[in-house]
């Protein structure tokens, strides 16, 4: 089985911290992804990475940075929270090639910004 | 306009019931399509793929029409169990342009 774990499943911070999320998954998938999910939005997705230091922006990348030095992990970094970063984040991963479309998702990230 | 619209619902039915939901997009060189399942508080997984012929998983139907750009599943014989929200996928350049649609719930009673 597919596993994708977050390191958190809720986390509050304040307005100008600095936020990690951290993923990792174990079937050495090649492709990596962070979404936010939102009421009435679906998921919208913020950064993706294809290979280890590769990344590539989303549709909503602004206040947001990834990391990926490893090809199990790939991170979202929250520079300077703000509270319209108030939302619930979800990483997924998935194979490259003919099956790169079906993700695998972690149990997502309840983050409060205050 | 959104990429992906679904009726966000909620579609309250009575077990044993049949219901149908659909999802239009608007990227006609979108490539592939799926439903994925979200129940609450829990992490989208994939219901199924969709294909231009149609294709069916038990209980579970799904069709494509690339003439008008919609999707729909339809879920027979309803169960307490299939109560979750729905997700509508499309994805194109080669998987790494994913869109999901908001979500249409579903509400199965007894």
């Known amino acids: 089985d597919v596993k994708v774990t977050q390191s958190s499943r809720y986390l509050v911070k304040r307005t100008g911290e600095k936020v990690f999320l951290e993923c990792v998954q174990d079937m050495d998938h090649e492709n990596m992804f962070w979404y936010r999910q939102d009421p009435g939005l679906g998921l919208r997705l913020i950064y993706f990475?294809?290979?280890?230091?590769?990344?590539e922006k989303g549709d909503i990348p602004e206040g947001y940075s990834v990391s990926r030095e490893k090809k199990e992990r790939f991170s979202l970094i929250l520079e300077s929270a703000s509270t319209n970063q108030t939302s619930m984040y979800l990483c997924?991963?998935?194979?490259?090639?003919?099956?790169?479309?079906?993700?695998?998702f972690g149990p997502g990230t309840r983050l409060l910004v205050l | 306009r959104k990429e992906v619209e679904q009726d966000p619902g909620p579609f309250n039915v009575p077990e044993g019931a049949t219901v149908a939901f659909n999802c239009t997009y608007s990227n006609s060189a979108s490539q592939s399509f799926f439903w994925y399942r979200q129940d609450c508080r829990k992490e989208p997984k994939l219901l199924m793929s969709?294909?231009?012929s149609g294709n069916e998983d038990g209980r579970f139907t799904a069709q494509l029409n690339r003439a008008s750009q919609y999707i729909s599943l339809l879920i027979r014989d309803s169960k307490l169990s299939d109560s979750a929200t729905y997700l509508c996928?499309?994805?194109?350049?080669?998987?790494?342009?994913?869109?999901f649609g908001a979500g249409t719930r579903l509400f199965v009673k007894a």
């Open positions: 969709v294909y231009s």
């Open positions: 997924a991963s998935s194979f490259p090639g003919t099956r790169q479309e079906t993700q695998y």
């Open positions: 990475s294809y290979d280890v230091k590769m990344k």
């Open positions: 996928v499309v994805t194109y350049t080669g998987g790494f342009k994913t869109i």
